[in-house]
């Protein structure tokens, strides 16, 4: 007995010494270890901290070769596939300009990985070093992207002057599906919980199908705790303007096969305050945010099961039915936090389930996610609804990549959606019918890679269904097919290790929703009657996009032009009378082809007789060629973005971690569509620092101020610019942050 039971247990011991991987992240130049370096196996979910002597260990059965994200902070960060073997050596090299955050997400930067356009990779922290009071307002702090907004609680990201139902937004792999045709509603998402954004501009159909036309943003999920750890980080806010706060609470976990991720988050605003003292009538808002997740992994098998849930109590600005507004209708001397109608009820579920098989040479990704979004909004009675629209959506993928060779990747995958659109029969009135939508996508990429050089090509096929139901106010119901065939050309060439060219030639496709085939009555936030036409086609777009990028020892420089042609495009033409108040607008088709042109335009320098000192400026500009001048509405002011940081390295007690100060200068913005307004030039300026306590760096606090000389401004894509009410005034903002290891 005592033979068999020593037998086993030295067949544990090889097991178990068989699933423990050791190795060490060195300086490539002085070969020593690099302190709390992070290596992170992304198809896993699965990262792991070094000590300080940069030794980490891995636990757990993997196949023989495996994708690695290295990174330390002051060093290059590496990508690449290893051979997984113990006592194993991965090396970094010193990098004076990358200070950005070791980014751990749930996606393993999709976006970045898998194009070969530039895409904007930016995380939650390097976007919140001045906090913001919603995700949208931190995504306008990417180049390119803007925020078209009906107040601080309405948002909505445009990028490269387009929105709504032109941008598509994907939360882990979940393509979000609500309102986004409306003017009045915005993301439903939080930062809560989310490490990074992705955004890849321009037409992306090759990847995410039809509506992907003007660009993507992909937001993924922090990662995971390190194996055997667990943390908690908490977070709360105050805004001075809003008399706002927002607090959140998150907790990680990790086993060696098992991960989770759990959190909550509750903001609360009163009516926004202008730089003339006066506050905005109705514009206050609630926020209720949840959020799980957990991962698990065995041999060649990852799982993960994730839902996201947000409940919003958003009031309506500049809501009326009076046929002439004045702001003054709008203002108040009276800050108020409790809510009166118009208000809207925003819910969102959203929950997936991903599976993937990784081999050497092969993953299979097998993804399916259920999201329903819910709007309810009160116009004139507080008992019966206004509008009670319901989407249910079921998006699903299989995915599979393939490496060929040493030199080619291969991917191709069949990608679709299952959409329900259900007016609910308490609300008095309706803005489209029932209807139900079935999306179906086959695709092909390959990636040829030899030395410097990188060349992508794809293709893609997709189908629409559309179908809509009849009833009392739609009596004709509409059923209707639309077809889309894209494709991809890319090639990157690294010259070096300081200069990267990058060219993509990328076409796009857009079906009409169905708010612009069968829209017939007041879009409210919109401030508009619609009607639709079902006789409109596809837009198409075909863009060229270019990108060189020159990152030296002090010194880097982004140069992204891109040049976009688009025809029948769908824009809603004013028809000079009204109804209820509201004038009316129609939805047409454009005969003539519409071009973009701009740029984005970067620079981040580092002096090297002041290290601690970093100036980054960015500038973006967009600009649009139509013989009918009616097609494009809300083109983005040119902006200039400047910002000018301290970061300091500090041992005592009380660091001071960076003082920032920003300067925004938007340009005029003279082109405009008939009944659209101009905008005049203006800047804002913004400062704030973070302070932290204690040796580990447990607790820190951010403090500053957004607007510190009370400019009043009005941005071009606000949507109260029209009736003359202006963005917020000063605010002041404090907010304490606490993250707990053990």
Request: glycine content about 8%; proline content about 3%; overall charge neutral.
């Amino acid at each position: 007995m005592r033979i068999y039971i020593s037998a086993i247990l030295v067949a544990l011991c090889h097991v178990i010494s068989a699933q423990v991987f050791e190795g060490r992240v060195l300086d490539v130049h002085t070969r020593e270890g690099i302190p709390f370096a992070q290596v992170s196996v992304h198809d896993y979910h699965l990262s792991v901290s070094c000590d300080e002597e940069g030794k980490f260990a891995l636990h757990g059965k993997f196949p023989e070769q495996i994708r690695v994200t290295v990174s330390a902070s002051g060093y290059d960060r590496i990508t690449e596939v290893i051979k997984l073997v113990n006592k194993l050596e991965l090396f970094l090299e010193e990098l004076h300009l990358d200070f950005d955050e070791v980014l751990v997400t749930a996606s393993g930067n999709e976006l970045k990985r898998n194009a070969i356009s530039y895409v904007e990779l930016k995380s939650i922290k390097e976007l919140n070093e001045l906090p913001k009071i919603s995700m949208g307002h931190m995504l306008e702090m990417i180049p390119g992207v803007y925020n078209a907004s009906t107040g601080p609680g309405i948002s909505k990201p445009v990028i490269r002057g387009f929105q709504g139902i032109r941008v598509l937004t994907f939360l882990n792999g979940i393509r979000m599906e609500g309102q986004q045709w409306g003017g009045d509603h915005g993301l439903g998402i939080s930062e809560l919980g989310i490490g990074s954004v992705e955004v890849l501009k321009g037409p992306a159909s090759l990847a995410y199908g039809a509506d992907a036309l003007g660009g993507v943003l992909y937001l993924s999920n922090e990662g995971y705790a390190d194996q055997f750890k667990h943390n908690i980080n908490f977070s709360s806010l105050f805004e001075s303007n809003t008399m706002g706060s927002v607090n959140s609470l998150l907790y990680k976990g990790s086993t060696k096969n098992v991960k989770y991720m759990i959190g909550g988050r509750f903001a609360s605003h009163a009516d926004y305050q202008l730089a003339s003292k006066a506050f905005v009538r109705n514009s206050r808002f609630q926020d209720q945010n949840l959020k799980f997740s957990m991962g698990w992994h065995k041999g060649k098998w990852v799982g993960n099961v994730r839902y996201d849930f947000s409940h919003s109590s958003i009031g309506i600005p500049g809501h009326t039915h009076d046929s002439i507004a004045t702001a003054v209708s709008f203002l108040s001397d009276e800050q108020v936090r409790k809510f009166s109608i118009p208000i809207q009820y925003l819910d969102n579920h959203v929950a997936s389930f991903e599976n993937k098989f990784v081999f050497d040479k092969h993953i299979a990704q097998i993804l399916v996610g259920y999201s329903l979004n819910q709007l309810i909004e009160h116009d004139e009675k507080v008992t019966i609804p206004e509008l009670f629209l319901s989407t249910h959506a079921i998006p699903y993928k299989v995915n599979l990549t393939s490496k060929v060779g040493t030199n080619v990747d291969l991917q191709y995958g069949w990608q679709g959606m299952y959409l329900q659109q259900n007016n609910n029969a308490k609300a008095m009135d309706r803005l489209v019918p029932d209807a139900n939508q079935l999306d179906n996508g086959l695709y092909f990429t390959s990636v040829w890679t030899k030395k410097r050089l990188r060349v992508l090509a794809g293709v893609r096929g997709d189908v629409r269904t559309l179908k809509s139901m009849q009833d009392v106010k739609f009596t004709d119901a509409l059923s209707i097919a639309y077809g889309g065939f894209n494709f991809s050309w890319g090639m990157s060439v690294n010259f070096n290790k300081n200069h990267v060219l990058r060219t993509n030639i990328t076409s796009g496709f857009r079906t009409p929703h169905l708010s612009e085939l069968m829209s017939n009555g007041v879009h409210h936030g919109s401030f508009r009657y619609e009607v639709g036409n079902r006789d409109l086609k596809s837009e198409k777009a075909l863009q060229l996009d270019l990108a060189y990028e020159f990152v030296g020892e002090h010194l880097s420089v982004v140069l992204n032009p891109f040049f976009n042609g688009i025809i029948d495009f769908v824009y809603l033409s004013p028809q000079g009378f009204t109804i209820d108040g509201l004038p009316v607008f129609n939805y047409e088709q454009s005969k003539s082809s519409v071009l973009q042109a701009g740029a984005d335009v970067g620079v981040h320098y580092h002096p090297h007789f002041a290290h601690i000192l970093h100036i980054e400026s960015s500038f973006s500009y967009l600009d649009l060629f139509s013989s009918n001048t009616s097609v494009y509405s809300f083109i983005p002011q040119p902006r200039w973005s400047n910002t000018l940081s301290t970061r300091f390295e500090m041992k005592s007690k009380v660091k001071v971690n960076n003082v920032i100060l920003q300067l925004n200068y938007f340009l005029p913005q003279t082109k405009v569509a008939q009944f659209e307004t101009m905008s005049v030039d203006y800047a804002t300026v913004d400062l704030g620092t973070q302070l932290s306590f204690g040796k580990s760096n447990l607790v820190s606090l951010q403090i500053g101020a957004r607007n510190i000389f009370n400019k009043q401004y009005t941005n071009h894509l606000s949507r109260l610019k029209n009736i003359g009410v202006s963005n917020s005034g000063r605010s002041f903002y404090i907010k304490l942050l606490a993250n707990l290891n053990f």
